[in-house]
T-cell receptor
Framework: EPEVTQTPSHQVTQMGQEVILRCVPISNHLYFYWYRQILGQKVEFLVSFYNNEISEKSEIFDDQFSVERPDGSNFTLKIRSTKLEDSAMYFC?????????????FGPGTRLTVL | AQSVTQLGSHVSVSEGALVLLRCNYSSSVPPYLFWYVQYPNQGLQLLLKYTTGATLVKGINGFEAEFKKSETSFHLTKPSAHMSDAAEYFCAVSGDNAGNMLTFGGGTRLMVKP
C-alpha cells in the first residue's frame, strides 16, 4: 500500500540553524500539508500546498518557514533560523484531491529537537 | 471557523470493556469528521470518517462513531477493548473543499488494563 515517507526520523539542531525536513507524498496525490505537534499538545496545521504554491497557511507559518516541491516526488519544509519553540514532531500529509471528504494520509513524522 | 474538543485527555478501561472517546465539534459549514489513531512512535492512521448520509460510521479494528448533529458530537466507541487498542486518538474536522486543512482536538490517550 502506498504511504507517505519522511526523513529524517529525528533531527537535532542548534538554535539559529537552518533545517530542512523532507517528505515523499503518495505518488499520484495533488495536495500536500505540514502539521506539527509540540510535545503534549494538539496537532496543528502549518501549511497546505497545491499546484506548486501555498494554498493555505496558519499563523504559525511565519517568514521563518518555507515549503518547496523541488522535484516530482519530494516536498520539503525549511525552517531558516530555528528557535527553541520549534521543537516538535512535524508531520507531512498528502491527499488525492478527489475525495469528498479528502482523506489525508500522514507520514510517520520527524522529531525536531532544537538545543 | 472550526474547532474540536475532546473530553478527557486520558481514558483507562479494562480489557473487554466498552471504549467511549468523546468528541464535540464546532463548524460554520457542514463538517466532515475524522478519527485518527497514533500508536507510539508512529504517524497518524485514519480510523474512520463521516461524510454525509448514514450517521453511524464503521471503521477499522472494530471502532465506530456516530454523528449527532443536534449534539455536535462524533463520539468513538468500541464494544470490547483489546490491549492493542492502547494509543492516542485524535478527532478532527475539515470543510468540504478539496485540500481543506484538518483541525484536530487535543487527543485522548487510551490505556487498556489487563
Amino acid at each position: 500500500e502506498p504511504e507517505v515517507t519522511q526523513t529524517p526520523s529525528h533531527q537535532v539542531t542548534q538554535m539559529g540553524q537552518e533545517v530542512i525536513l523532507r517528505c515523499v507524498p503518495i505518488s499520484n496525490h495533488l495536495y500536500f500539508y505540514w502539521y506539527r505537534q509540540i510535545l503534549g499538545q494538539k496537532v496543528e496545521f502549518l501549511v497546505s500546498f497545491y499546484n506548486n504554491e501555498i494554498s493555505e497557511k496558519s499563523e504559525i507559518f511565519d517568514d521563518q518557514f518555507s515549503v518547496e516541491r523541488p522535484d516530482g516526488s519530494n516536498f520539503t519544509l525549511k525552517i531558516r533560523s530555528t528557535k527553541l519553540e520549534d521543537s516538535a514532531m512535524y508531520f507531512c500529509a498528502s491527499t488525492s484531491g478527489l475525495g469528498r471528504p479528502d482523506t489525508q494520509y500522514f507520514g510517520p513524522g520527524t522529531r525536531l529537537t532544537v538545543l | 471557523a472550526q474547532s474540536v474538543t475532546q473530553l478527557g485527555s486520558h481514558v483507562s478501561v479494562s480489557e473487554g470493556a466498552l471504549v467511549l472517546l468523546r468528541c464535540n465539534y464546532s463548524s460554520s459549514v457542514p463538517p466532515y469528521l475524522f478519527w485518527y489513531v497514533q500508536y507510539p512512535n508512529q504517524g497518524l492512521q485514519l480510523l474512520l470518517k463521516y461524510t454525509t448520509g448514514a450517521t453511524l460510521v464503521k471503521g477499522i479494528n472494530g471502532f465506530e462513531a456516530e454523528f449527532k448533529k443536534s449534539e455536535t458530537s462524533f463520539h468513538l466507541t468500541k464494544p470490547s477493548a483489546h490491549m492493542s487498542d492502547a494509543a492516542e486518538y485524535f478527532c478532527a474536522v475539515s470543510g468540504d473543499n478539496a485540500g481543506n486543512m484538518l483541525t484536530f482536538g487535543g487527543g485522548t490517550r487510551l490505556m487498556v488494563k489487563p
